[in-house]
């Protein structure tokens, strides 16, 4: 797979998860193999993580996930938890003028409750942590030494996945019983968990480029509010230029 392609067409996936067929552990662990060439902050490497194919143990971490993901986000949408649902839409996808959550949100909303009810199912969860001090302990810019060391291997984990046809979504609802999880994979208390990948075969790999807010208006200029002057290329077109001698 070309760069510029994998660069614009690897999405989070969900709905599309192939849930039947089996992932070879060695095309797992290649993959990995090729996002621990991440850099990492002071080349540390201290980053692990830990791969789940066991079925007793996926199902159980499934369990946790539906849990939370009930707690976290069905809750504040149906009105409880003190969260309305404008609040809750506007932080997944948006809402129309009515405060209804948009088109998009409700897509987002469908996928993240298909795979909070077939998380167990997945033919691999792959969880990563971190072994920096713990955010809660350390000084100014820890969070960023913490997350910005691990962050660029997760992301290299989707680009390399996504070439060998596979795919994920980062998801973070099991860290909200991270005590529960260490427990049942022997994870150190001190270890910092990151995100929970679930990873499979893609059904079908046509995946399309995302609509994003153009760069102007996301990035400033010296100063916070002076727009960057930059007008976005299609990406047709900046796929044209990159293969060009």
């Not at 962050?151 to 973070?172: D, H």
Request: hydrophobic residues 40%; aromatic residues 6%.
């Amino acid at each position: 797979m070309e760069l510029l392609q994998g660069l614009t067409t690897t999405r989070s996936v969900r709905l599309r998860l192939d849930l039947e067929r089996p992932v070879p552990a060695e095309v797992v662990g290649r993959c990995l193999q090729l996002a621990l060439q991440a850099p990492t902050g002071g080349h540390a490497e201290d980053w692990r993580w830990v791969l789940v194919g066991d079925r007793e143990l996926k199902r159980r971490i499934g369990e946790i996930y539906l849990r939370n993901y009930e707690e976290q986000v069905l809750a504040p949408l149906r009105g409880r938890a003190g969260t309305s649902d404008r609040q809750v839409a506007g932080r997944l996808g948006g809402v129309e003028a009515d405060g209804r959550p948009s088109r998009r949100t409700e897509r987002i909303l469908a996928g993240a409750d298909h795979l909070a009810r077939n998380l167990g199912a997945v033919p691999w969860l792959v969880l990563a942590c971190a072994t920096r001090p713990s955010p809660d302990r350390g000084g100014a810019g820890t969070v960023s030494a913490v997350f910005g060391s691990i962050y660029p291997a997760v992301w290299s984990f989707n680009l390399a996945l996504r070439a060998q046809g596979l795919g994920t979504t980062i998801t973070s609802l099991t860290l909200h019983s991270t005590d529960e999880m260490n427990a049942l994979l022997g994870i150190p208390d001190d270890a910092v968990h990151v995100c929970l990948l679930p990873v499979a075969y893609t059904v079908g790999t046509d995946f399309k480029v995302a609509a994003r807010r153009p760069v102007r208006e996301v990035a400033f200029l010296d100063r916070w509010g002076t727009p960057f002057p930059y007008d976005d290329v299609p990406l047709d077109r900046l796929a044209a230029e990159e293969e060009a001698p």
